[in-house]
């Protein structure tokens, strides 16, 4: 099976032209691999349901419509690359420190024919005290990345005051949100569900932590990455 017939398998909506971009963001994706390292994933059902359905599953929150999205530490572009794909009337921004992994994914996204979908090179501690971003996206999302309570502060200061933050993590996800909770009310957000997730094929449990932001993020957040590393919220 291809890349996109193992996905299409466990989310039958996806169209012929949305199959026929997936397998050209597989390709590239296992291309690339061989050069650079974006992923321990290249065969059709890790990739298919890792990364493609995975990514997929945050359109089940039924948030991700006329959004603008900003991805932190997007790295080989998931979830950027299938949640720009499918989503409807999505502005997807893919956030990642590393200039080279961007120009990959920006790349590819041209050669599937995608063009909601741009790139935001540096720290993201840094960029969210820039007044072009801080506060100025309805959804951050995040892959993995790092533990909750350093997470939210990476991601919700990008996020405007009624808008998400949508926190992908793995079978730990709901002890994680625990350990977050005074970072996620610090940084002004209101935990408001923890969606569970299984993997099909693949004896995985993911979910997906969602934090509303209720009110504005303190002018001192995020601080230097240094000091969130070494004492999170």
Not at 57 to 74: H, K, P, Q, R, Y
Not at 151 to 173: H, R
Not at 179 to 196: C, F, N, T, W, Y
Request: charged share 25%.
């Amino acid at each position: 099976m291809s890349f996109s017939e193992i996905t299409k398998k466990y989310r039958d909506s996806l169209t012929d032209s949305q199959c026929a971009s997936l397998d050209i963001i597989g390709n590239c994706l296992r291309e690339t691999n061989e050069v650079m390292n974006l992923t321990a994933l290249t065969d059709e059902k890790g990739v298919g349901l890792l990364h493609f359905w995975d990514s997929l599953t945050l359109l089940d929150t039924n948030l991700f419509e006329n959004a603008s999205v900003i991805d932190i530490g997007c790295g080989g572009g998931f979830p950027s690359l299938p949640l720009a794909l499918c989503s409807k009337n999505c502005e997807i921004t893919s956030n990642d420190a590393t200039a080279k992994k961007l120009s990959y994914v920006l790349e590819t996204a041209k050669k599937a024919g995608i063009n909601n979908l741009k790139t935001l090179c540096g720290r993201a501690e840094e960029l969210s005290h820039e007044n072009a971003y801080r506060e100025k996206y309805d959804i951050a999302v995040a892959r993995g990345v790092a533990r909750l309570n350093i997470l939210a502060e990476w991601c919700m200061p990008f996020v405007k005051v009624g808008g998400y933050f949508v926190a992908m993590k793995g079978e730990k996800g709901r002890e994680e949100a625990e350990e977050a909770k005074k970072a996620i009310s610090v940084l002004g957000g209101d935990l408001v569900d923890i969606i569970d997730i299984k993997v099909p094929e693949f004896d995985y449990l993911h979910t997906l932590v969602v934090i509303k932001k209720t009110k504005h993020t303190p002018k001192d957040y995020p601080r230097k990455n240094s000091l969130i590393k070494k004492k999170p919220l």
